[in-house]
């Protein structure tokens, strides 16, 4: 599996079906965050997950690319109570799991009046 599938694989699995069963062979246990809200680890990411999964996100990926051990993720997430976030993950991989991640992310965008006509995603 590539990459960019594994990453591919892994949002489908728990970011869309909710399944933590499969994070052990996803993510490092010593998994690096750059979010400053989540904690480092598996476990780390596990208790962020959990939380953020009570939310009923639906994602939506747009874009999905690769280049050697990073893989970059730019999604629309629309939570349950409508907001909006558009977010780009980006993932080092280290031997086939997720070893560090960073994000960027732009929070309730559903209101956003653009000044041009080429959309927000």
Request: aromatic letters at 12%; charged letters at 25%; proline letters at 2%.
């Amino acid at each position: 599996m590539t990459n960019k599938e594994l990453v591919k694989q892994f949002y489908e699995d728990v970011f869309t079906n909710g399944d933590l069963s499969k994070l052990d062979e996803y993510m490092k246990e010593d998994y690096i965050q750059h979010n400053p809200t989540v904690e480092d680890g598996r476990a780390g990411f596990k208790k962020f997950i959990e939380k953020f999964l009570t939310f009923n996100p639906t994602i939506e990926i747009i874009q999905l690319s690769g280049d050697d051990d990073l893989v970059y993720v730019f999604f629309k997430c629309t939570m349950g109570n409508g907001h909006i976030n558009k977010v780009c993950d980006i993932y080092r991989l280290e031997d086939g799991q997720l070893a560090e991640h960073w994000d960027i992310l732009q929070h309730n965008v559903e209101n956003v009046e653009s000044v041009n006509n080429n959309g927000i995603f």
